[in-house]
Structure formats: structure tokens, C-alpha cells
Nanobody, 122 residues
Framework: QVQLVESGGGLVQPGGSLRLSCATS????????MRWYRQAPGKQRELVAA???????NYATSVKGRFTISRDNAKNTVYLQMNSLKAEDTAVYYC????????????????WGQGTQVTVSS
């Protein structure tokens, strides 16, 4: 069974930086898209950033220019570098990815981690 574990969250002052990581465990043949979502209290979960297996990225308008998503295919890990953090970035951040457990297995979509809390406050 594949598990995703996020880390790197915490409390940071406005203007500060954090780097989130999402590590995987279990048998994985390949990972397609990798994504970061976030959910603030009382709000819907929103897509923050995504990266394809080829390295193409896209970002929510609210984080463009401040956040950078990257992946290490050898480690099956995805990262989110967050700079110039604002109070409105406060949320639980979740990684989400699509994967195959074997070469011939169907793609398993929308695998979620448990989330990591990011709080931006002075």
C-alpha cells in the first residue's frame, strides 16, 4: 500500500519561507502528476501547484512567483518551496499524486497525504 507523508510545515512570520516535502513509501512503479493542494479553515480545498512527469508546472495565480514546485523522481518525492509567505497562505497543505504500482497496472488517481499545517503569523 502506498503512503504519502508531508513534512516541513510550521509557524513562520510574514515574508518568510518554508519548504514542504512529500515522501512516498510502498511499491511504486511510476508517478505521473504530482500536486500540492491547501485548505484554509472554512474554505474549500484548492490546487496550489502541479508538476507533470515531464517537469511542466502550473500554479494558482495567488502563489505564482512566490512558490516553486519540484520533484525528485529517483526518490518519488515532491517539494514545494514557499517564499514571501503571507497570512493568507495559512492552511493545511496536502500532496496529491497519480501513480502506477506496476508497469501494467492502471493509473491510481488522487492519492492523498495526511497534510501539514502552515501558519503565517507575526
Amino acid at each position: 500500500q502506498v503512503q504519502l507523508v508531508e513534512s516541513g510545515g510550521g509557524l513562520v512570520q510574514p515574508g518568510g519561507s518554508l519548504r514542504l516535502s512529500c515522501a512516498t513509501s510502498g511499491s511504486i512503479f511510476s508517478i505521473n502528476a504530482m500536486r500540492w493542494y491547501r485548505q484554509a479553515p472554512g474554505k474549500q480545498r484548492e490546487l496550489v501547484a502541479a508538476i507533470t512527469s515531464g517537469g511542466s508546472t502550473n500554479y494558482a495565480t495567488s502563489v505564482k512567483g512566490r512558490f516553486t514546485i519540484s520533484r525528485d523522481n529517483a526518490k518519488n518525492t515532491v517539494y514545494l518551496q514557499m517564499n514571501s509567505l503571507k497570512a493568507e497562505d495559512t492552511a493545511v497543505y496536502y500532496c496529491n499524486l497519480d501513480l502506477r504500482v506496476t508497469r501494467t497496472a492502471p493509473i491510481l488517481y488522487n492519492n492523498w497525504g495526511q497534510g501539514t499545517q502552515v501558519t503565517v503569523s507575526s
